[in-house]
């Protein structure tokens, strides 16, 4: 059967796969550096719903039987649904933010997927009352006139300071990225994050190894935040990338590929 979500698989079918889940608002394509410093190992990337190749959130939603409120949940469910569709029961699993946010739905609901996690750039606890007011504001935005505009400004925080200073091209593409980012897409996924329970007691009784990596400069998931997942994990190893901001993939796709790399090596 045909993945519910877009599905790539860079690698040879054979060992433990490792599934990459990508940031809002972008999509799978913000892995390629990364991948490509994977060779050796069997990399399976995935669009969310309503991101890159992958269906509506309502096609997905339907053809999953579940309900059409934005929800992680349903996001996590297609990652289920779309690995079994090519065979993959179990996999290390890292998410980059809003990527996070579904292993760690994952994480909660689907745990035998797990052979183990990577959680990048990203956080357990729920949002604020005054972030969850700016999603839906920005939600509300996307599905009206301004479309993907409305996430334009984000291309001053998800870059780190020293990539604003040093990069330009960067800078570029991320606001290129942002400008061909799905309103769709934008509109539940914004919903969806807004609705996300605190997953830290998911974290408590997990077996199995686990990464929690962190941009030096992210501005949007501070130090705290990765404190507190390293401290709910029994197995974890911290890794700070000096130089990056949120979007440590693309800041710093070697130090993220290492990282990665020494994940997969600690898992069976
Ligand atoms: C992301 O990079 O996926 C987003 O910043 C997540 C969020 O808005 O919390």
């Given at each position: 059967m045909t993945p519910v979500l877009s599905l790539t698989r860079h690698g040879e079918p054979g060992g433990l796969p490792l599934v990459l889940l990508h940031a809002f608002p972008l999509d799978s394509r913000m892995w390629d550096e990364v991948v490509a410093l994977l060779p050796e190992l069997d990399v399976i990337t995935l669009d969310a719903p309503g991101f890159g190749g992958s269906p509506t959130p309502l096609a997905v939603a339907e053809r999953?039987?579940?309900?059409?409120?934005?929800?992680?949940?349903?996001?996590?469910?297609?990652?289920?649904?779309?690995?079994?569709?090519?065979?993959?029961?179990?996999?290390?699993?890292a998410g980059l933010s809003m990527g996070g946010y579904a292993a760690l739905a994952l994480a909660e609901r689907h745990r035998s997927l797990l052979a183990g996690i990577g959680l990048l750039d990203t956080k357990a606890s729920a949002d604020d009352d005054a972030a969850r007011a700016n999603r839906?504001?920005?939600?509300?935005?996307?599905?009206?006139?301004?479309g993907s505009e409305a996430v334009a400004p984000m291309v001053d925080q998800v870059l780190g300071e020293t990539?604003?200073?040093?990069?330009?091209e960067l800078v570029e593409r991320m606001r290129a990225l942002l400008g061909e980012a799905p309103p769709v897409g934008i509109a539940w996924a914004q919903r969806a994050m807004a609705v996300r329970p605190d997953r830290t007691a998911a974290l408590e009784d997990l077996d199995v190894p686990a990464l929690v990596l962190r941009g030096a400069e992210d501005g949007m998931s501070p130090q705290s935040a990765l404190n507190a997942m390293a401290e709910a994990l029994s197995d974890v190893e911290v890794v700070v990338v000096p130089r990056s901001g949120h979007m440590s993939a693309l800041e710093a796709p070697d130090q993220v590929a290492d990282a990665l790399r020494a994940l997969h090596a600690r898992c069976r």
């Open positions: 999953l039987g579940r309900p059409t409120e934005p929800a992680l949940e349903t996001y996590a469910a297609a990652v289920v649904d779309s690995l079994r569709s090519t065979g993959v029961e179990r996999a290390v699993v839906l504001r920005v939600a509300e935005a996307a599905a009206g006139d301004a990539t604003h200073a040093q990069r330009p």
